[in-house]
Nanobody
Framework: QVQLVESGGGLVQPGGSLRLSCAAS????????MGWYRQAPGKQRELVAY???????NYADSVKGRFTISRDNAKNSVYLQMNSLKPEDTAVYYC???????????WGKGTLVTVSS
């Protein structure tokens, strides 16, 4: 089993910044990707960004240019720097990892990000 623990959520004003962190522990094995998803009230969970073990990144169009994902392989951790936050970024953000060889999904419990004045 793999455990994921997120931190860094909170309340921020529009235009502000937050940094989310996620640390993986347990029977990690070989991690293929680490990433972030989010789920706003009444909406489906959606991909925000992911990063591969080699450093390749992918972002949702809605966050490109504002969010940056990074990874520390030695610490089995992934980070999401969120700048220029908008009210529509309000959601519970979930850390995700896909573990080889079968790209099995593991999820954190989520951290709430609220963007409001």
């Amino acid at each position: 089993q793999v455990q994921l623990v997120e931190s860094g959520g909170g309340l921020v004003q529009p235009g502000g910044s937050l940094r989310l962190s996620c640390a993986a522990s347990g029977s990690i094995g070989s991690i293929a990707t680490m990433g972030w998803y989010r789920q706003a009230p009444g909406k489906q969970r959606e991909l925000v960004a992911y990063i591969t073990s080699g450093g390749t990144t992918n972002y949702a169009d809605s966050v490109k240019g504002r969010f940056t994902i990074s990874r520390d392989n030695a610490k089995n951790s992934v980070y999401l720097q969120m700048n220029s936050l908008k009210p529509e970024d309000t959601a519970v953000y979930y850390c995700n990892t896909k573990v080889l060889p079968f790209f099995k999904d593991y999820w954190g419990k989520g951290t709430l990000v609220t963007v409001s004045s």
